[in-house]
């Protein structure tokens, strides 16, 4: 029986791997202009690592992990997303220890066993963008700065960036109480996890997806109203660098991110014409993960794109790139040096193509065309004979007849 790939995961095709080898080459240039340096973690760790950072009552840790023990006995899993691990390597290499100020990216394929649909995979990839060292509002306003300019960049138009402020652990502690009290009170019409959240974590009632749960949460209690006076002041100021910088925000109240480790600022980036999965990029403040996970005080802050949501919305296909050159050769002899011409010209960065069936000519043009290719080396007895090959211009449906001996000298001048 025909094996297929696995349900949420996908084969990226070419000529759809150039889409996506733009957008990574795109990110790598933006971001090392922005002083990040890239980072690349393993795609296993602890699972440990996941449930203490991201939190147990989450969805991404409660019910979306691929986790398992290995032969060793070990439970591990497949990186839902990269902050974790990006905190851990931080931590581990003691990349602080200079200067705790770190500016770093990653790109890769991340895990969660959601239910697919339009813009949601079980293998998805992001671009990962984590700052450490930073605890000045600037960083905030920056960061969310690189986001925008790379989806413009990229070409993305129609988006929106909503912000939140998420508060410290010292004004999430009255608040949760008030949460918890107003979730008390709504009890019986809160499903079984939305109960259960109310006890251990009430904030984690925000991401639930009921209907019914999302009727009470429209009315609950928010952050924003129990801010302490540091974090009214932060967020204060990331807005008005926000507003120094003319980028548009929404204030968006209810946006709670679905994962525990952010403080203070917290951002989505959301586009239209994706339906409901219409995040493209998010990310937030985590002034306290690096020493909850055993390092020291340092702040941090970062955000995530959604490589196949971008892709969803991305307007343009970058044209495919033909080969520069094809060589129709005609008889085996020619064809044999065209297989060594093209090796040296490709070698020479001039892309290059040829038939190696000996095919007869009109076949080769057609293959050329097929191709894309902007030019066609014609070279067969005749063109042997008068020591001239026949350069055909596909684009300007042009030809002209280029002394053998020197063809090589003028592709790699139209290179
Ligand atoms: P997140 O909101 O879980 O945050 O994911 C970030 C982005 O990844 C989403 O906005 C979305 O575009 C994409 N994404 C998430 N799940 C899926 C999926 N199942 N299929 C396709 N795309 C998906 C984080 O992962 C944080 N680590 C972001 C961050 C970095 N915060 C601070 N630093």
Not at 209 to 224: T, Y
Not at 374 to 381: A, C, P, Q
Not at 393 to 403: A, H
């Amino acid at each position: 029986m025909e094996i297929k790939v696995i349900k949420g995961f996908k084969d990226i095709l070419p000529p759809e791997t150039k889409r996506w080898r733009m957008l990574e080459e795109s990110a790598r240039e933006i971001l090392e202009g922005f002083g990040c340096s890239e980072i690349r973690v393993p795609i296993l760790e602890k699972a440990e690592l996941f449930s203490r950072s991201i939190g147990e009552e989450t969805d991404i840790v409660g019910k979306e992990m691929y986790s398992f023990e290995d032969r060793s006995g070990d439970v591990v899993t497949m990186r839902p997303e990269a902050t974790a691990s990006i905190v851990r390597a931080y931590i581990e290499h003691k990349m602080y220890a200079a200067d705790p100020i770190a500016k770093l990216y990653s790109i890769g394929p991340m895990f969660r066993h959601e239910r697919p649909a339009k813009g949601r995979f079980r293998q998805f990839h992001q671009i990962n963008v984590e700052v450490f060292g930073i605890s000045h509002p600037m960083i905030d306003a920056e960061v969310m700065t690189i986001l925008m300019h790379y989806l413009s960049i990229v070409g993305i138009t129609g988006y929106t960036l909503q912000i939140n402020s998420l508060g410290c652990p010292r004004c999430r502690l009255p608040y949760k109480e008030s949460l918890r009290a107003f979730l008390s009170d709504h009890l019986p019409r809160l499903c079984e996890d939305c109960r259960r959240r109310t006890e251990q974590n009430p904030l984690r009632t925000f991401d639930c997806k009921i209907q019914g749960c999302q009727d009470i949460m429209s009315k609950a209690p928010i952050v924003s109203d129990y801010l302490c006076t540091e974090c009214t002041e932060h967020f204060a100021a990331v807005r008005s660098y926000l507003d120094d910088l003319e980028i548009a925000y929404e204030l968006n109240p209810r946006m709670v991110r679905g994962l525990d480790y952010y403080t203070k600022t917290a951002f989505e980036v959301v586009a239209g014409g994706l339906g409901a999965q219409n995040t493209v990029g998010a990310g937030g403040r985590y002034d306290h993960l690096v020493a909850e996970l055993g390092g020291p005080d340092i702040p941090g802050i970062g955000f995530a794109i959604g490589m196949e949501r971008l892709l969803l919305i991305l307007p343009h296909e970058p044209l495919p790139r033909g080969p520069l050159l094809f060589i129709a050769a005609l008889g085996e002899g020619l064809q044999r040096e065209a297989f060594s011409l093209s090796y040296k010209l490709n070698r020479a960065g001039v892309r290059t193509m040829i038939d190696y069936e000996g095919r007869s000519l009109k076949a080769q043009m057609r293959r050329a065309d097929k191709f894309g290719a902007r030019y066609v080396l014609i070279i067969g007895e005749d063109e042997q004979r008068t020591g001239k090959a026949i350069l055909r211009d596909m684009q300007e449906g042009k030809q002209e007849e280029i002394p053998i001996p020197s063809i090589f000298e003028e592709m790699v001048r139209r290179r």
